[in-house]
């Protein structure tokens, strides 16, 4: 299967959680495409540069979900559990779930159990598949959980599109913003 990334990273949590990805796909013989900007060099350092990772450029405008649902199985939200960014992964949304739900595929989410992603995702049940732990053990558990059976697999992915349909189609954000925008 492939797991892919397509976004910025906001700083080393972020990378670092992808290289730890990087390092539990391996040996389960599954692959990594990661959407990214990063020279040679980065890729390197990070140790992402490995027969099982393929780095691409970010994709074309309106071509995001396109590309995901061609060339992914699962979707990357990694989430920082660094203290000093606690209150930016309570507060902050990753925009990247609008693109994700989006492509209808199952998202694989780790962070710190009170991260915005992970409280969306236990709320919306069946979107993702989640690792709340730092250790490897947990993103593991996590991904044998998605790679186990094709159905669970089908069933998170229409899960998510009709999560992401709820809260981020045009319809939602009319329907949210358009009472408060109107001038009286």
């Known amino acids: 299967m492939t797991f892919a990334y397509a ?4 700083n080393a949590a972020y990378s670092n959680a992808l290289t730890l990805l990087a390092d539990v796909l391996e040996p389960l013989g599954h692959r ?26 970010p994709a074309k405008p309106g071509s995001l979900v ?53 409280k969306w995702a236990t709320d919306n049940p069946g979107v993702a598949e989640i690792a709340v732990d730092l250790n490897m053990d947990s993103l593991k558990q996590a991904i044998e959980n998605l790679t186990r059976d094709p159905q669970h697999l089908w069933s998170m992915g ?14 939602a954000a009319e329907k949210a913003f358009a009472p408060v925008l109107r001038v009286q």
């Open 66 to 118: 396109t590309d995901l649902r061609d060339q992914a199985d699962v979707l990357f939200v990694p989430m920082s559990f660094e203290p000093g960014d606690a209150l930016h992964v309570q507060t902050s949304f990753p925009s990247k779930l609008t693109d994700y739900t989006a492509a209808g595929l199952p998202l694989l989410i780790r962070g710190p159990r009170n991260c915005s992603p992970i």
């Open 32 to 57: 990594m495409l990661l959407f990214s900007t990063w020279g040679q060099d980065t890729i390197r350092n990070l140790r992402l540069n490995r027969s099982h990772i393929t780095v691409k450029p």
């Open 7 to 10: 976004g910025s990273v906001a």
């Open 158 to 171: 229409n899960a998510a599109l009709l999560a992401g349909n709820k809260y981020f189609s045009h319809t």
